[in-house]
Nanobody, 115 residues
């Protein structure tokens, strides 16, 4: 399985950006797709996820500002509105499967929000 993320970059506070993550390879079964982020000196955290059944979860810090969408078997998107400097991080797309190694990760894309 390969995950190719795109989008991100430098955005002013209050602005918007969209990330996309395309999956390819042997996609036999997928539990969920998601976006995580890791800021300098902090642990990687879940931002948003969407399950095969369409269940969506968001971190409290992004509720009402970020929207995850797409097809878990192909491309998922993360629309980010009302960006804040605290959203600055490297964003990683994720694919969770019941098969080992259970989690696949994209290469990470930098999102920098300037104040």
């Amino acid at each position: 399985v390969q995950l190719q993320a795109s989008g991100g970059g430098l955005v002013q506070a209050g602005g918007s950006s969209m990330l996309s993550c395309a999956a390819s390879g042997s996609l036999r079964r997928i539990n969920s797709r998601g976006w995580y982020r890791q800021a300098p000196g902090k642990q990687r955290e879940l931002v948003a996820s969407i399950s095969r059944g369409g269940e969506i979860r968001y971190a409290d810090s992004v509720k009402g500002r970020f929207t995850i969408s797409g097809n878990v078997m192909s491309t998922v998107y993360l629309q980010m509105n009302g960006l804040e400097p605290e959203d600055t991080a490297v964003y990683y797309c994720n694919l969770n499967s019941p098969f080992s190694p259970f989690n696949w990760w994209g290469q990470g894309t930098q999102v920098t929000v300037s104040s």
